[in-house]
């Protein structure tokens, strides 16, 4: 049904649901999804994408590469779109990531996430679900330890978006 | 029960609260106006005995759906307590924990 | 013959025991069943039948010299399929005796990176959003043959032309024809640029071309969802919880599970349960038949008395968005020497198509396909991946014509639902098809809306201020939320907004204010052919018509006084007036109303003629609309078209309202959920005012004239203002 309906405005406090796997290190199986990951047409990213990512990188050069970005490339609705980013890092003390960052192209505001890893995460690896407002850019961002940064850009189509009219 | 993992093992945390991140202006059909609502922030730490030590943190925007999902991971090598927030508007907190051990 | 519209169906990828030559002969033996062209495509195989050459994916050529074009927008008896067909083979310049098209699926357009573009169909935008890309493949591709034939002779191909599938080169006489160089063609480069022609050059858009569809509708040759039959396939019925919002509980299969036929009873997600049996029939039936406990869930006393007081608060509360805004309206208002306020209000209502809802569907751990009728094909490609948790590379859908789309159908719900059956039972297909009573009452409702509308007049008859308030239900917050910003869903405004080329008010009012307070019911809104604009043509053109009444000044002056500076607007208010003798007097008995409003890229106005017995029946007679689509691509299917908008626009007016009940919606049928008879439809005469330069839609816009215009003519019949619909519920005596 609708996800959104008289009930919504009643949820309780919440709860949170905590599950714990257990997972070896998988450092070999990342360089398949690096593999692939959907590129992007090289399209220039509007002004205030570009401004994000330029404030997430804090000076440094931002470089394709060593991120991939698993979502759907054909979603319905958009309303509710599993997103995973990971990097490809050994997680040590030396070479690790501190920061992944989530952006879009066309909703309403360019930021999705910000997420910041421990000093023992392991593996940098994060998913959510987002919401999507019309086809568009999603693009991750990844800081390393050094301060270097690296991206990935996925153009999702979103489909339902072919009902309303182009005025949106 | 979570699963017990040997020391030295990665394993993945996923959390998920129930909330509607309501992003602007809607009225329910008794027509009141939902206010926007949504989940700001998440903080995992572990406390394995000498103070808190971060695991994953997010800032969440109102692009993240409704009933919010994390997946991130951790090496366990410690054990300990899992400190688990989630911050949003109106003040809304929620926290929880759940113990680590490792084998 | 420009009959045949092949349906593509894989049976497998390529594992199945059924082989082609085997389906076709069952097909042929079992009685009634209709025998369709299936082709088989193995993986890595062109979307054309072998020898025949893809010069680009717009346009196949045959040796035979006919020519496939590729339609990448549904067809739903609006015309569309025939349309874009003409605007490629113009360019293309190829005999339109030969053509036939076909429908990529959506899975062949993901993986060629969107070749075809955008699949969905709604908004009125199948032509007017596609037209420059598809020309310039037809363009291209007649570059490409023309280039082909120019190489083989070793001559410029300046020195050559196409017309007609024939390339010829003056100088030497020497000819060919399409079918003989397409292979070579579809080797070379497509050309970086093409020129478009000149619209006041075409010979093939623009024309009165038959449509490629209607053979085959005819002889009923036509495959519909609801006609198809896959070896091995299964039927499915499914109820869906009554009460929007509500569950599943609980159910009892004890006396439908042993019936004859019946396979399985089973639960659909957490809302439905659905029965699989050999025919629809037995599972309908047997459905029927199992004990179904609901939690009807928050939602369950909700009804259309609470409806109505939520939407009339909304009328007068503090907080709404604005839509469209200039001046002062509400201090204009204030110190007008005289004010008129008139409360209006459009009912849910129900889209009915001919055809209902239903999906075809077979899934293996490899694969999931589906056949279904639907407006977005990539939608319901990605609803299918979404649902049985395949990538969308191992999912396909094939698009059948739709009998009836009506924007229910850019919807994947059904498709969802399909899937999940299919899962149960991998490897074979089931068809679900919805009941009318599942149709009727799992709809997607046209929203429902109340309007406050409140003018301040001067001395002069001057309108002075407008104040338009509209309370009630917003789509984009139940479909697409994540479009709401700063609470305005700003498709709501619809007709009225300050400007731009999709729905813009043709009025000048020196202060004005329209704002909408959103109030949302829980039945689930949906895109109702004209949308938005159907509820706000009713309100503006019945409010300008009182205050022309008011005034005592005739509703075409006043009109006229106020779109002096639209003069599109103007042009076909003044077409359908004329046209439909507004100044002269009407036989005895009748009357005339007007009305106007622009959406959809298109300006569209009516005059209306009806009459009203002392009893209070009415018979609306006669319909003169005018329509500005910019191009007119195929005139005639234009004016079936606008025909087609006030059959279905009046039969919303006079019977269409979908009420609520203990949470559930009251109308299962075509009983209490009449439309229009045959009788009861008026002549309708179709002004085209093509003003050229620019593409608007069709599909849409002159259903939002139909019920003002009929309003408008009531009162003048009557002196009796109706403000509320549907018809039928009203007291139309002499006032």
């Known amino acids: 049904m609708l996800p959104f309906t008289a009930a919504a405005h009643n949820q309780g406090p919440g709860r949170t649901l905590v599950s714990l796997e257990r997972r070896h290190l998988v450092v070999v199986a990342m360089t398949g999804w690096l593999a692939c990951a959907r590129q992007v047409a090289a399209a220039p990213l509007p002004d205030d994408l570009a401004a994000a990512i330029a404030a997430f990188a804090d000076g440094m050069p931002v470089r394709e590469g060593r991120v991939s970005l698993d979502i759907a490339e054909l979603v319905d609705n958009g309303n509710t779109v599993p997103v995973s980013v990971a990097v490809d890092s050994p997680m040590t003390e030396a070479d690790h990531v501190t920061a992944i960052s989530l952006f879009n192209e066309r909703n309403p505001q360019r930021e999705v996430a910000h997420f910041v890893l421990g000093p023992s995460a392991g593996l940098a690896r994060v998913s959510t679900r987002m919401r999507l407002a019309t086809t568009q850019r999603v693009v991750a961002l990844a800081r390393m330890r050094d301060g270097s940064c690296w991206s990935r850009t996925v153009e999702v189509i979103v489909t339902l978006a072919a009902c309303v009219e182009s005025e949106l | ?103 | 013959m420009n009959a045949t519209h092949d349906v593509k169906g894989a049976l497998d990828g390529g594992t199945s025991a059924v082989s082609r030559r085997q389906f076709l002969a069952a097909s042929t033996v079992a009685g009634g069943s209709l025998v369709f062209a299936f082709h088989v495509p193995l993986a890595g195989e062109a979307l054309a039948q072998p020898a025949s050459a893809e010069v680009n994916a717009w346009v196949v050529v045959h040796p035979d010299d006919s020519v496939v074009i590729r339609i990448a927008r549904s067809e739903m008896g609006q015309g569309t399929l025939t349309g874009l067909a003409q605007l490629v083979a113009e360019e293309l310049d190829c005999d339109w005796s030969k053509v036939t098209t076909e429908y990529p699926t959506p899975g062949q357009n993901v993986a060629r990176n969107r070749v075809w573009g955008n699949f969905g169909t709604g908004g009125s935008r199948g032509i007017r959003e596609s037209q420059d890309y598809v020309r310039k493949g037809g363009a291209a591709a007649r570059t490409m043959l023309v280039q082909a034939a120019a190489d083989e002779w070793k001559v410029a191909a300046s020195e050559c032309r196409a017309a007609a599938g024939v390339i010829t080169h003056r100088a030497s006489g020497r000819s060919t024809s399409y079918g003989k160089v397409a292979a070579a063609a579809s080797k070379l480069t497509p050309p970086a640029t093409v020129a478009l022609k000149d619209p006041k050059d075409w010979t093939l858009a623009g024309k009165r071309l038959a449509r490629l569809d209607t053979v085959d509708k005819t002889t009923g040759r036509q495959i519909y969802g609801h006609d198809l039959k896959l070896p091995g396939m299964l039927n499915a019925a499914i109820k869906e919880c009554p009460v929007f919002g509500g569950k599943l509980k609980s159910f009892n299969a004890t006396a439908a599970a042993g019936r004859p036929g019946v396979k399985k009873v089973l639960q659909v997600g957490d809302t439905a349960v659905a029965v699989i049996a050999d025919t629809w029939w037995r599972a309908k039936t047997a459905l029927d038949a199992v004990i179904i406990e609901w939690d009807e869930g928050p939602n369950a006393k909700a009804s259309s008395e609470g409806f109505d007081a939520i939407l009339k608060a909304g009328l007068n509360a503090p907080q709404a968005a604005i839509g469209n805004q200039n001046g002062d309206a509400l201090a204009a208002i204030a110190a007008s020497a005289r004010r008129i306020e008139s409360v209006y209000s459009h009912p849910h209502q129900n889209h009915a198509t001919m055809e209902t809802m239903n999906a075809t569907a077979r899934y293996t751990p490899e694969r999931c396909e589906v056949w279904t009728p639907t407006q977005n094909g990539e939608a319901a490609l990605a609803a299918t991946s979404e649902a049985c948790g395949l990538p969308v590379a191992k999912c396909e859908v094939y698009k059948l014509h739709l009998g009836g789309g009506f924007g229910r159908r850019g919807m994947s719900d059904y498709v969802r639902q399909a899937v999940l059956l299919a899962k149960e039972m991998p490897g074979t297909p089931i068809k679900l098809i919805w009941s009318r009573e599942e149709d009727m009452t799992q709809g997607r409702y046209h929203p429902i809306t109340q309007c406050k509308l409140t003018a301040g007049l001067d001395g002069q008859g001057n309108i002075t201020g407008l104040h338009m308030r509209i309370s009630g239900q917003s789509i984009l917050a139940a479909v697409f939320p994540q479009n709401v910003v700063n609470g305005k869903d700003p498709i709501v405004f619809q007709g009225l907004n300050a400007t731009g080329p999709e729905a813009g008010i043709g009025y000048t009012i020196p202060n004005l204010l329209i704002d909408h307070a959103m109030r949302n019911p829980h039945v689930p809104p949906g895109f109702w052919r004209g949308v938005n604009l159907n509820q706000n043509a009713v309100y503006l053109e019945c409010f300008i018509d009182e205050v022309a009444h008011a005034t005592q000044q005739d509703p075409l002056a006043l009109r006229r006084k106020l779109m002096a500076n639209h003069p599109k607007h103007l042009a076909v208010l003044n077409a359908a007036a004329e046209r439909g003798g507004w100044g002269q007097p009407a036989p005895a008995g009748v009357f005339r109303g007007l009305a106007q409003t622009m959406g959809y890229g298109s300006y569209v106005a009516a005059c209306a003629e009806v009459s009203v017995s002392a009893q209070g029946v009415l018979k609306v007679l006669r319909i003169v609309a005018a329509t500005d689509p910019g191009y007119a691509v195929n005139p005639q299917q234009i004016e079936a078209q606008v025909e087609g908008s006030f059959a279905y626009g009046l039969s919303a007016a006079l019977y269409g309202s979908c009420t609520v009940k203990d949470g559930r919606i009251e109308q299962t049928n075509f009983h209490t959920y009449p439309v229009l008879k045959m009788e009861d439809m008026p002549k309708v005469e179709t002004v085209l005012v093509s003003s050229g330069g620019f593409w608007g839609g069709v599909g849409e816009p002159t259903i939002a004239v139909a019920a003002p215009a009929v309003l408008n003519a009531i009162f003048a019949a009557t002196g009796r203002r109706i403000r509320d619909l549907p018809l039928k519920d009203q007291n139309l005596k002499r006032a």
Not at chain 2, 43 to 63: H, I, M, R, T, Y
Not at chain 2, 79 to 103: N, Q
Request: hydrophobic share 40%; with cysteine; glycine share 8%.
């Open chain 2, 1 to 103: 029960m979570p699963a017990q993992p040997r020391r030295g093992d990665v394993i993945e945390i996923r959390a998920m609260i129930a909330h509607p991140m309501e992003t602007g202006y809607r009225a329910g059909s008794d027509g009141q106006l939902l206010a926007h609502d949504l989940i700001r922030w998440f903080n995992c730490s572990l406390d394995s005995g000498n103070g808190k030590e971060l695991v994953f943190s997010a800032q969440l925007f109102p692009a993240i759906a409704a009933n919010p999902y994390l997946a991130f991971h951790l090496r366990a090598n410690k054990e300990g307590t899992l400190h688990f927030s989630w911050e949003g508007d109106h003040s809304f907190r929620h926290t929880e924990t759940a113990p680590l051990r490792v084998v």
